[in-house]
C-alpha cells in the first residue's frame, strides 16, 4: 500500500479506536442515568461502588478453569524446554546495567521504608525503581544478544514511556466505572501533585513490559512450544472481529451500570477493540498471528505481562503510597495485594501492551517474526 493511504487508515484507526473506547463508557453513564461528577472526581478518592461478597462457588469454579489453562501450558512449556538448547550469552554486560540495578535496590529499599534515609522521597520511589528495572532488563539482553531495544531503537523506546503514562490513563478511567483498585496515602495529596506521580509511575509499563518481551525473545521456547501455523481461521479473521467489536463496545456501554460482572472487561476492552478496528481496515494486528495459528509471539506477550506484573505487585506490598484491591466474588486467596485469580488479567494485558507499544514500534519487531513474510505482513 501507498504511505498515503496507509497514513489515512493508520489516523482512521486510531480516531475510531478512541472514540469507541473513551465513548461507549460515557455513553453508558447517560443511559444509566447516573450523576456524572463521581467519575471525574480527581484525585479519585470517594468509594461508591458497592461490590459483591465472596462467592467460594465462583472461586473454586475460577480456579478450576484456571489450573485447566495452566496445566497444560506448564507442561508444554517443559517438554519444550528439555528439548531446546538456549543460546549461550553472545555479549557483555554494560557498566550501566550496574547504575540500573543500584537505583533497582536502593529504590526497592526506599519504596518499603527499609531505611531511615530518603523518607522525603519515598513516594516518587516506584519511578526510579521501575526505571533501574527497565535499565537492568536492557543490560541483561545486551549481555545475552549484543544488543537490546533501548540501543537499537532509543527514539522509540523513549517515546513508550509518554505514550505508557497515557495508556494506562485509560485504565485509571476505566476503574472509575467499577473501582477495582484504590490507592492508600493520596488522601492528602492535591491534584497536580497527584497526576505527576502518577503519571511518572504510569510511564514506565510498557517499557517495561516490552523490555521482558525482548528478552524473552532469543530462547525461542515460547514461540516453539506454541507454534501451531495452519490450525487457524484466517477467513473468518473479519467476521469475528466485527463481533468481538460489538460485544466488547456493548460491555463497555452496560460497564457502569453492571460493574460485578462486567469488570473483566477493564482488561480485555481496549485489546479487542484495538485489534478488532485494525483487523477490520486491514492494518497490522495481533489477530493476525492468532488466525494463522502463531500463538507463539502471543504467549511470550503474555508471559512478558505477567511476569511484570508479579513485580509490580510484589513491589507495591510494601510501598507507601500503594494500591489495594476491591474485586467481587474472587477475591480470596490474595499473592501480595492481589487475589490469585487476578494474575490471569495481566495474561491479556501483555498483549495489550504490545498492541499499544506498535504505535511507534513495528508490530512484527515486537512479535519476532520477520517484517516481510506471510505472517500477515506485520
Not at 140 to 157: A, H, I, M, N
Not at 164 to 183: A, C, D, G, K
Amino acid at each position: 500500500m501507498d504511505a498515503s493511504k496507509f497514513n489515512y487508515r493508520f489516523v482512521a484507526c486510531c480516531s475510531l479506536t478512541m472514540i469507541i473506547l473513551s465513548g461507549c463508557p460515557v455513553i453508558g453513564i447517560f443511559l444509566a442515568g447516573m450523576d456524572v461528577k463521581r467519575f471525574i472526581e480527581f484525585p479519585p478518592i470517594t468509594g461508591y461502588v458497592s461490590h459483591a461478597p465472596k462467592s467460594p462457588v465462583l472461586f473454586f469454579t475460577g480456579l478450576v478453569l484456571a489450573a485447566g489453562l495452566t496445566v497444560p501450558v506448564a507442561f508444554r512449556l517443559i517438554k519444550r524446554i528439555r528439548h531446546s538448547a538456549i543460546p549461550e550469552p553472545s555479549g557483555s554486560f554494560p557498566p550501566w546495567g550496574f547504575l540500573g540495578l543500584l537505583l533497582l535496590l536502593v529504590f526497592w529499599a526506599v519504596s518499603w521504608g527499609l531505611t531511615g534515609h530518603f523518607k522525603g522521597i519515598r513516594m516518587w520511589a516506584f519511578t526510579p525503581l521501575w526505571i533501574g528495572f527497565i535499565l537492568f532488563l536492557n543490560a541483561l539482553d545486551v549481555w545475552w544478544t549484543g544488543s537490546c531495544l533501548l540501543l537499537r531503537r532509543p527514539v522509540s523506546f523513549l517515546g513508550l514511556f509518554p505514550l505508557s503514562s497515557i495508556f494506562w490513563w485509560y485504565f485509571e478511567f476505566l476503574n472509575r466505572f467499577v473501582q477495582n483498585w484504590y490507592y492508600v496515602g493520596v488522601s492528602q495529596v492535591g491534584a497536580a501533585t497527584y497526576a505527576l506521580r502518577a503519571s511518572l509511575a504510569f510511564s514506565t509499563v510498557l517499557p517495561a513490559v516490552m523490555s521482558v518481551n525482548e528478552l524473552l525473545k532469543p530462547a525461542r521456547i515460547i514461540e516453539e512450544a506454541f507454534d501451531f501455523t495452519g490450525a487457524g481461521m484466517a477467513r473468518p479473521l473479519k467476521v469475528a472481529a466485527f463481533a468481538m467489536l460489538l460485544l466488547t463496545s456493548a460491555a463497555l456501554i452496560l460497564l457502569c451500570k453492571y460493574p460485578d460482572y462486567l469488570f473483566p472487561f477493564v482488561w480485555i476492552s481496549p485489546l479487542c477493540v484495538i485489534c478488532a478496528v485494525r483487523a477490520l481496515l486491514g492494518l497490522p494486528n495481533l489477530m493476525t498471528l492468532w488466525a494463522m495459528g502463531k500463538f507463539g509471539p502471543l504467549s511470550r506477550l503474555s508471559a512478558s505481562g505477567l511476569i511484570c506484573g508479579f513485580f509490580w505487585e510484589m513491589w507495591n506490598y510494601l510501598s507507601y503510597p500503594k494500591w489495594v484491591y476491591s474485586i467481587p466474588f474472587v477475591s480470596q486467596c490474595k499473592v501480595f495485594e492481589m487475589p490469585i485469580l487476578g494474575y490471569f488479567g495481566y495474561l491479556p494485558f501483555g498483549l495489550e501492551c504490545g498492541a499499544v507499544s506498535a504505535l511507534i514500534i513495528p508490530l512484527w519487531e515486537i512479535c519476532g517474526v520477520n517484517g516481510g513474510d506471510s505472517a500477515g505482513k506485520m
